[in-house]
């Protein structure tokens, strides 16, 4: 069960986009806990290319993930990305995904997400495969959280403006809900 009262920021967007570096820099800044990718761990410890069916149980540990981790925080939390990932992924790789996770991700999305633009150094490891579709990932993210409806700032820039921009973005959301 997760602490409805957790505001959720979603740091996401392509592979090396410096997703963990910003989702770790702005818990730090605002004194909060963050969420691990799911996804990348579960590759890494696979040890073997991932197929269409790794995509459940990646959906499934990414909310058991996102589930702990917000049942301990308080505030503010931030995600190093979330269902709406596995949704793009799924459909990139394998040309569809589940529809339950499709589901889950609309029904589980973040007040505001922090989509991070290509425009950074591709570094590769053994986790990431995909240098050459930048472009078209990053298409399928801003298309997803549209579709989605969802609230998302363009993070852009080398690290000291994305750092910047990301917490001048939830300052800016934080400000607002006071508001209301």
Known sequence: MSNARARRVTVTGSESTGKTWLAERL?????????REFSREYALNKGAPLDASDVEPIARGQIRGEDEMLHRARGL?????????????????????????DAAAQSR???LYL??????????????DRPHARREIHTAFTEQLERYGAQYVAIR????????????????RLALQAQK
Do not use: K, N
């Open 27 to 35: 818990a730090a800044r605002f004194g909060t806990i963050w969420s």
């Open 77 to 101: 939390a931030i995600l190093d990305t979330d269902l709406v990932s596995t949704v793009v992924y799924a459909g990139h790789y394998y040309g569809q995904c589940p529809p339950w996770i």
């Open 109 to 111: 999305l973040a007040e």
């Open 115 to 128: 989509l991070c633009d290509i425009d950074v150094p591709w570094v590769g490891d053994p986790a990431r």
């Open 157 to 172: 820039g080398m690290w000291e403006e994305r750092e910047a921009a990301a917490v001048a973005a939830i300052e800016s």
